[in-house]
């Protein structure tokens, strides 16, 4: 019946117009038609369109680079080249209808922006974006420098949302920071001074990224000649060529900022080594000696300084700086008073700055989130928040070894190999590291490091299993699969039905069992004391 019911369905749809039969029906049944009138009438005007005028439609998500980070919500920056085809349309339907209604409502400034929005050629937008509750779910963090797709764009508001993020081809942990080509690792000699064991937790930590990096060392013009010829040289034997700079007075710059075109390049270590000042120094450095020049004659016709105990500006990097507004709101000897200088600063993208403190000697934590800025030669420039020792979690003891120039190069540089496989580089015998290899604080420190990273693997051992974050389950089509957030293991979880039976079942069980147990033991006391009395 029902194959007679089928068959007669589909004759009867021969006698019905073109325009009433089904979609399955026809030639172009694999695109499904919008279900909204004006969809459908946009839709197909859009097809009409690209036919006549020769274009590609472009069905692919829009894709955006992530620039900032902070709480919940990212700014990506969408190239104006990608927004071509149905995008593009999109966007110019989008605008127009909000210059309509801003006609009506008699808004002529927002018209005037409308205008000059479609009047504008370059179409890269940077938008304020909000990442997909599903990626929340299932722990898939969107990071400053991923590639993400995006989704409902408005492209007035300048608002969209994360659906996905593309593939990775490099990710560090600490900064937060994904697709770098290349890292700058910036300590300072002093201000703060350097540590050997805090220096060394970043070389280890940089070093397990497999990230190309470079050590640089800031403020040489603090120290002597001889001061940092020695911490050169101590470097060396560990296996670094650290890049000695100054920011201060521009030693060192050009050649750095040469290995930075085009590439994307972030700069990592403490806080208060120069990191930001760095940045600036590398996109604006004209506009703050200008700044520096105006500050020194202000302070030189001044009687005084509005700070007391605080020293004149000297060097660019004496400025206290506001992001984006050089120092707008500060005052002092080491503020920009000129006002030319201010307004001109303020339109610049600066990264904050400040002194390290004047009684602890230790930078202050300034910079607050990972930011992507772009550079005039090409290329991006990654600046990070300071923290103080990396963490060391996912290391191994294989790992860490590695990690250390002077095992590696022994190793590699050794015909001979060390007598244990599982040799640790510590105190083994026949080992192929030999003791000339290594500084005796540098030792040291590779030992402490080895015992908290076995510590560290011991104790995730001990924890407890952790199973899979996310489940895959079928879904509409042919072998089509969807990926859902799985519920972490619970102790309060809801036992099934089926179980609580069978417990209960074994309970009950368990309980008959004692019970004629203490039947029978009860029998037989009764019978000894009848015995007994006999």
Known sequence: MKMLRALSARASFGTLPRAFVPSIERAGASTPRPRSGRAYVRARADAERSVETGEVETTAALVGTVVTAQANFLRVVVNGDAVIGAHARERRRQVEDAKSRASEAGASSDVERLDAMLAREDRTTELLCVARALLKKIKKRVLVGDEVELSGIDWVENRAVIDDVVGRRSELVEPPIANVDQALLVFSLEQPPLEAKQLTRFLVSMEATKVPFTLVLNKCELLSDEEVADWRARLEGWGYDAKIVSVATGRGVDELEEALRG??????????????????????????????????????????????????????????????GGGGVKRGSRSIEDEKWRVDLASLDLQSVKGVGSRSGRGRHTTRHVSLLTLDIGGFLADTPGFGYPSLEGFDTEKLAMCFPEIRNAIENSDARCQFADCTHRHEPGCAVADECWEEQRYDLYYELFEEVKQIAENERQAYFRESRVKTKSATGKDATRIEAKLETKSHRRVSRRRARMETADLRKAVAHDADRDDDHEDDFDNVEDDERV
Request: without cysteine.
């Open 263 to 324: 590439k994307t390049t972030v700069l990592a270590g403490p806080s208060g080594v120069g990191k930001s000042s760095l940045i600036n120094r590398f996109r604006y450095g004209s506009a703050l000696a200008g700044a520096l020049e105006s500050v020194e004659s202000s302070t030189s016709t001044s009687e005084g300084s509005d700070s007391e105990g605080e020293e004149a500006a000297r060097y660019i990097t004496d400025l206290d700086i506001e992001g984006g």
